[in-house]
């Protein structure tokens, strides 16, 4: 049986990953993944935690973290879609009206 | 021998307020349909009496307390206060937004369905008894208003306050959710009640617990606006059509102080000598921030931004300052801030016409002389803000820090004090502005009936909440009663 704290290594490197993503890319697209990178960590610890445990409170819960994220995607494409309709930009750097 | 239908509906009683909220919002969608463009306005008043009805609700359902759907949603006083407030922001944030949305020609009916999904999630974060629960209803409000916050499809200010928003509450979401992670894993269990068993008998040494605190500290603070995570709040206000930033400055922010509240002062109890000193540190850092960068804004929206997070660093001293009396003033407050901020907001929307967008605060001048009723409910607000008695700011402000020298925090409420004497520079600004400069040229205000109600509401309440709070903290106290 594989050890638990296999699978928190693999999920806190995974979190590193979707933080450091987040903050260094500037393709809005590789930040969207990044943020979803940082969910499926939480997911995995979730599901790892409760196989542990026995309790099944933590697999209901990657459930719902599923159905939020793919909302929080078409949202997200949403919006992408109307910046680069009015400003033919998908890099963040460019977002810049507002500043100060 | 009650059937099975009646049976379905005693369950779901407890959830009367939230699923008359969602039901409304749901049939909005539908009639949006049926409803010519001239006539959208009928929407935003059948959703205010949507609200109306759930706050009814809410009223007759205060008797009945409890815990619900096997300890995932508490029906207390607490979750009904803080419930009202949500009414509070929502009907007013419907009522500044009608005729706004006509200027702004963007009248469409999803506006007020969404206003009111974000209305239902805040009240399950206040009544969350679950991680779960908790999460969903985080997700569900912030979701609406990144949409709501990008709302002007043609603007390119008002996308760019959405992707801002997006990218950074979301990455916030994906922190809170590994400290969620985190603490589930110890615990064992997502429900509030169980991890605070758990860390009763837990050793607190241990660095895991420390690193799932600080990650819903962070997220949560980010939906407050406390400094460091302030970084998205001056951009989505002022690129945010004005009514959704008037709702977005009162209900998210009092709905992450519930959340606080509840996971601070309740669940993390045994942990309070470490939570204060991070707390604390938040707060000062919150008001400075908050009080400094406002001083050099000459965009209305941009200073009120600033502004909503000096008002954030109040509350988080009243939430340092912990305890029945903390908790009551932190309540008291973020429903005095409701009111305040909802009225400047208005009174900002009233300067918004076709062709100019008048949110310079160099546009406001001149207003004692051409508008005076406007110029003296702004006047009002602003004094309120700036905490002058008799108004209602001046009362919130007093609790908050009287009782952070109650807790032993004396340095802190000091440092609220010097830190509110410096705001009084950039809201008087706007007064010197309205009644001591020259108009540029006759400024026509945009007026309706929904706006001057609002308006109305805002002001009496900024008024006799300031003459008469002893019943209001009073309230507060006996809410907060149930989780301490």
Redesign the interface.
Known sequence: MIPLSWY?IL?AAL?TI??VG?LSRRN?FI?LMS?EL??N???I??V???HY?Q?L??Q??VM??IT?AA??AA??L???I??SR??GSIY?DE?N???? | MPTLYQQFMQSMMPILPEAIVIIVALTVLVFDFFIEKERKSLLGWYSLAGIVIAAYASYTLMPMGGTFFGGTFHLDPFATFFNFVFYIACGLGILVSINYLEVEDIHRGEYYALMLFATSGMMFMASAGD??LL??GL?LMA?SI??LA?FM?????S??????Y??LG??SS??M??G???L??LA???NLSGILAFLRVADLSNPIIFLAMIMLTVSFGFKVAAAPFHMWV??VY??APTSVTAFMSAGPKVAGFAVLLRVFLYTFEPLREHSTAILAGLAVLTMAVGNVMALS?TNIK?MLAYSSIAHAGYALVGLAAGGPDGAASVMLYVLIYAFMNMGAFGVVIMLRKAGERGEEISDFAGLGKTNKTAAFLMLIFMFSLTGIPPLAGFIGKFYIFKSAVEAGLVWLAVAGVLFSAISAYFYLRVIMVMYMHEPKESIELSSAPSLALALAISVTAVIVIGIYPTDLLNYARASIAGIM
Do not use: H
């Open positions: 928190i999920s979190f979707g933080i987040v809005i930040i943020m940082m969910l960590a939480a997911n610890n979730l790892a935690f409760s445990s309790t409170t933590g209901i819960f719902f973290v939020v909302a929080e949202v997200a949403a919006i992408i109307l910046l009015n400003r963040v977002f009206i507002m500043k100060g | 991680l779960i999460y969903l997700e979701l990144y949409i990008g499809r043609g603007s390119n200010r996308n760019e306050a959405a992707i801002k997006l990218i979301a990455f994906g922190i959710l590994y969620m992670s985190l589930y894993g064992g269990t997502t001056p951009d002022e690129g804004q941009r």
